[in-house]
């Protein structure tokens, strides 16, 4: 048996991140496949990124992660959401070449030091005295030391196309059936979830003369910060609308759904309903909007983003040719429903290790999350972690003031989905804090010290941070005077006129005027970058907003802090429902914050809690919680 020291199973979002992430750190890992082919492939939309999902890309790449540059490398529209809010809520999308970046993926991982990429099945864990210590695969059996599980859509994937099912993970790839049988017989917890995508058109019967054009930005924002000019050709979205004749096809092909004929039991996704969904739920609506969007350059595969569909063919011919420059549109892969198996996530910890099998971390869709973005984020989490578990070093652990990511997996383990979780800015406490643009001043020392984020690009966001700092000095340093040439500048903006002297700052502070218009009316400190003069405009914009969410991540941190020993015996608390104690036994909390943050779990609880906590020994509240401390030493023991 050929031996590892992590196995990662998929090669999708998360399964990329953690491979890449482990053998960065120096560990030889193995990742397997069902298709060699498909390293980091798209199974659905062509774009990456979009609210919430933007930031968890930045958040990624100042960590060291691989999906922001491979997005860069492969974009062809670049677009800032929610451009005219504020910057708490802005977040960047881009149209990707799909292609291409399963490409640079399948580049990126085959010539990765320390990778080994494997086409095999994954068909069982193998486990001894409770820690995973290896897997069976159809092509033989291989140790490791962690294992880190990523299978996506796949664990006992059903597809569905009007009334017809067959197995399978994604269309024309077979299902994950073995392991599924693996996870249920070591007692995981599982449910089912459901998702789907739209057909595929061919570019060259689509009727574009009347349909309104969507451009990127003027100036594309790319999501690495070490990137600094889009690669590929940018080229336009298109937008068409559903009308009535499309919803009457719908609806009257709804016995023939197998989400409205009761085929599906699985739970879907709410924020990105099927259009069949979308015509019953919401029937006072009489257009929804479809974004046609190229699946890459020089293909002809269209992705009609919006009609995401299980009907049958026939029912999908006839909703595309009811939409106005779908007339004529030829499909090239008719849309389908999905049904998989996931795994209820609160059996994790926040270092996404399970909680009944040591040394063996799930990330991606398997956790009950939609998207390359959630699943990139957590597989880079999950790799993180065994790589660290297995250098006998301290756990990785974003908590919810920290990042999105952070946000994402505390949400998970803490609170758990019964329906497929993606990532929103509203699920975000802190969001005026942690925020797209300053994700490299956030994370990039962490990523630097994991040895993930080589030094050039952490000291460059170090530089920034210094830059900011001076910018922020000169503008509360420098003051303007009243005088004609500014008050008529002032004027223009519809901003009040100076009858004294103030400063930059004060000058920046007012909502008409930004850190351009400053720089019209006196000149800024030379050799800071764009970047940093965008940095300081948000910082002193929303200086009030800001220091208050401070001081509330400060009063969070009190209760993180507060460990929870492990093994921690719930029945001594004498005081707690019995329903309660049972919970927490069961949830297992790091520390008293997340307690707090457990469903049905009171505040008279937590301030018994709190009590048993501070009366006993403070030193073994301060230490880690002994289980992510022990590496191969705990094994031994
Ligand atoms: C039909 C469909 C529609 C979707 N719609 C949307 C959407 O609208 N919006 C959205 O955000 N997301 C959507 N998604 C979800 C998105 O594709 C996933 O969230 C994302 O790809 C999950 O990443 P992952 O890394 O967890 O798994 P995947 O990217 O699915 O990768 C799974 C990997 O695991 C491998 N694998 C599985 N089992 C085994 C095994 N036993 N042994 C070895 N290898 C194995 C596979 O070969 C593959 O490499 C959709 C997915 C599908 C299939």
Redesign the pocket.
């Known amino acids: 048996m050929e031996n590892f020291e992590v196995i990662v ?8 991140e953690a491979g890449l992430a482990c053998a960065r750190m120096g560990l030889k890992t193995l990742m ?4 060699i082919g ?8 062509p774009a990456i990124g979009g609210i919430g ?1 933007g930031q968890l890309v930045k958040e990624l790449d100042a960590l060291g992660g691989a999906m922001g540059r491979a997005a860069d490398a492969c974009a062809i529209q670049f677009r800032v959401l929610n451009s005219s809010r504020g910057a708490a809520v802005q977040s960047s999308r881009a149209q990707i070449d799909m292609r291409r970046y399963n490409r640079h993926m399948c580049r990126l991982v085959k010539h990765q030091k320390n990778l080994r990429l494997k086409e ?4 069982e864990l193998l486990v001894r005295d409770g820690r995973v210590t290896g897997v069976v ?1 159809d092509k033989g059996r291989f140790g490791a030391g962690c294992v880190v599980i ?6 006992d ?1 059903l597809i569905h196309i009007g009334l017809k099912h067959f197995s399978g ?3 024309n ?1 077979r299902a ?1 059936i ?2 599924a049988d693996s996870l249920k017989g070591l007692g995981f917890r599982i449910l089912r979830f459901k ?3 739209c057909p595929r058109l061919d570019k060259n019967t689509i009727l574009y003369r009347d349909l309104i054009r969507q451009g990127g930005d003027k100036f594309p924002r790319p999501f690495s910060f070490s990137t600094k000019n889009p690669k590929l050709r940018q080229v336009f979205c298109h937008i068409t609308y559903t009308n009535k004749k499309t919803h009457q096809a719908i609806l009257d092909n709804l016995d023939r759904s197998p989400l409205y004929s009761g085929k599906i039991h699985a739970t879907g ?1 709410r924020y ?1 309903p099927s259009i069949e969904d979308k015509i019953v739920k919401f029937s006072d609506k009489d257009r929804h909007q479809v974004f046609l969007e190229p699946e890459g350059l020089g293909v002809k595969d269209v992705y009609p983003n919006g009609l ?1 569909t299980s009907l049958p063919e026939d029912v999908q011919l006839k909703i595309l040719h009811s939409i106005p420059g779908l007339d004529k549109a030829e499909v090239l892969r008719f849309g ?3 049904e998989h198996v996931v795994v209820e996530p609160t059996q994790l910890y926040p270092t996404l290790e399970t909680k009944l099998v040591r040394n063996l971390y799930f ?4 956790n009950g ?8 984020a ?2 880079l989490v999950a790799g993180i972690n065994a790589a660290l578990r297995l250098q006998n070093r301290d756990p990785f652990i974003l908590d919810r003031s920290s990042s999105y990511i952070g946000v994402l997996i505390d949400d998970l383990v803490t609170k758990g989905t019964l329906e497929p979780y ?1 990532m929103f800015t509203s699920r975000v406490e802190y969001r005026l804090i942690i925020r797209e643009d300053n994700a490299d001043l956030r994370l990039a020392q962490k990523g630097f010290e994991l040895g993930l984020l080589s030094r050039k690009d952490y000291l460059k966001a170090e530089k920034k941070r210094k830059e900011m700092k001076e910018g922020l000095l000169f503008l509360k340093k420098t003051k303007v005077n009243p005088c004609r040439a500014v008050n008529i500048k002032l004027e223009r903006l519809s901003s009040s006129p100076l009858n004294r002297a103030i400063s930059l700052e004060d000058l920046l502070r007012r909502p008409q005027v930004n850190i351009l218009n400053i720089s019209a009316i006196h000149k800024l400190k030379s050799g800071i970058s764009k970047g940093a003069w965008e940095q300081v405009e948000t910082e002193v914009k929303y200086e009030g907003f800001i220091r208050r969410q401070s001081r509330d991540v400060e009063r969070f941190k009190n209760l993180e802090r507060i460990r929870i020993p492990e093994g921690f015996d719930y029945g001594r608390l004498s005081g707690i429902s019995m329903e309660i104690r049972e919970k927490l036994s069961r949830f297992k909390p790091l520390n008293l914050g997340q307690a707090t943050r457990i469903s049905g779990v009171t505040p008279a609880a937590i301030s018994l809690l709190m009590i048993y906590l501070k009366n006993s020994d403070a030193s073994s509240r301060r230490k880690v919680n002994p289980v992510f401390l022990s590496g191969r030493k705990s094994v031994n023991k």
């Not at 990330?363 to 398997?366: D, E, L, P, V, W």
């Not at 999350?369 to 990139?376: D, F, I, L, V």
Request: hydrophobic share 30%; proline share 2%.
């Open positions: 199973i998929g090669a999708g979002h998360a399964g990329t397997l496949t069902l298709d498909s390293v980091g492939r798209m199974s659905c939309n999902k095999a099945e994954a068909k695969t990523c299978p996506g859509t796949f664990l994937g993970g994604r269309i790839e994950s073995g392991l998702t789907g995508t996704v990105c995401s389908y429903g999905i990330a991606g869709q398997i999350t939609t998207g390359y973005e959630e699943a990139a957590q597989g993606r």
